[in-house]
């Protein structure tokens, strides 16, 4: 059983920066490995994703912003986020993508709040 547990999350002021972190459990090896969030109301979306070669992929919306990084030995990945703004508030998700021959398999983990306000 895959678990993903994430940490980092918060209150913030606008400006100011967090990190988020997600532990995978087990020694499985992830091809993908990424951070969505989810605003209320609004639909879960891509803000980050690395894969296990390090090529990574960022919203507009973060860009020049948020940095992932990712430690494969330890089946960690990594979310730094800086000048944050009160549009960034959300719940964030890990997501790993494991890959069985050809068969994909998505893990989630449970959320964690990022509140950025004043």
């Known amino acids: 059983q895959v678990q993903l547990v994430e940490s980092g999350g918060g209150l913030v002021q606008p400006g100011g920066s967090l990190r988020l972190s997600c532990a995978a459990s087990g020694s499985i090896f992830f091809i993908y490995m990424g951070w969505y969030r989810q605003a209320p109301g609004k639909q879960r979306e891509l803000v980050a994703g690395?894969?296990?070669?390090?090529?990574?992929i960022y919203a507009d919306s973060v860009k020049g912003r948020f940095a992932i990084s990712r430690v494969n030995a330890e089946n960690t990945v990594h979310l730094q986020m800086n000048s944050l703004k009160p549009e960034d508030t959300a719940v964030y998700y890990c997501?790993?993508?494991?890959?069985?021959?050809?068969?994909?398999?998505?893990?989630w983990g449970q959320g964690t709040q990022v509140t950025v306000s004043s």
């Open positions: 690395i894969t296990s070669t390090g090529s990574a």
């Open positions: 997501k790993a993508q494991r890959q069985v021959a050809v068969i994909l398999s998505d893990y």
